[in-house]
């Protein structure tokens, strides 16, 4: 279980391309090294934060990475400025408290398909895609308060899950298409192309 505490806690926001998403940074880890992303309340269950977080009636989704929680707010949610500070309030408190963040014990119990995590039975060009994915997209990615996992590849495609706010930002395909497979093709020669698969 990752918990917090015991130490005061800052959270600050800054805006994605994806107008609909704000991302909340905290001054502290709050899932090292590792991203979750529960697009609706009936996924949310390995996180206690992201189970609160759902029941403010403006949030859609909830994505946790390592020092950030990145919201989608409803359609019929006005502006984020309304809701801001009533979100980061709930936050503070909530880590402050030592809140559990997520249940590791319980994510392991999801189906957890997508990864950039090289494994042992990876073919080459699957290896290559994977380290070129954690190396060089995540962190532009995770600038923006999101993240690009891996699904699959297959006769030269590689498909990829978009989570936090390039889970249906409008500027996302042109990040896939001219900025991520641009780089794929030109670094690995077999991938012909990359496509987005919806969760």
């Keep these: 279980m990752i ?29 090292p ?13 390995p996180s206690p934060l992201a189970k609160e977080l759902f029941s403010f009636p403006f949030i859609k989704s909830v994505f946790i990475a390592s020092n950030f929680i990145t919201l989608t707010k409803t359609p019929d949610t006005e502006d984020w400025q309304d809701v801001i500070p009533t979100i980061k309030d ?17 994510v392991a119990k999801m189906k957890q ?28 990615v995770e600038m923006d308060g999101g993240a690009i996992q891996f699904k699959s590849y297959r006769d030269g495609v590689v498909n990829l899950m978009l989570q936090g706010s390039c889970s249906g930002c409008p500027s996302s395909m042109i990040t896939l298409k001219a900025g991520i497979e641009g780089m794929m093709k030109r670094m690995i020669p077999e991938v012909k192309e990359v496509v987005a698969e919806a969760e």
């Design 33 to 45: 090294g590792k991203s979750i992303d529960f697009q609706d309340e009936s996924l949310a269950g």
């Design 113 to 140: 398909e997508a990864t950039n995590t090289v494994a042992a039975d990876d073919d080459d060009v699957v290896k290559r895609v994977k380290e070129l994915l954690e190396n060089y997209v995540k962190p532009a």
């Design 90 to 106: 709930f936050l503070k408190e909530y880590l402050e408290n030592g809140g559990i963040v997520v249940n590791e014990e319980e």
């Design 3 to 31: 918990k917090t505490g015991n130490t005061l806690v800052s959270i600050y926001t800054e805006m994605t391309p994806n107008p609909e998403t704000m991302k909340f940074v905290a001054n502290k880890l709050l899932y």
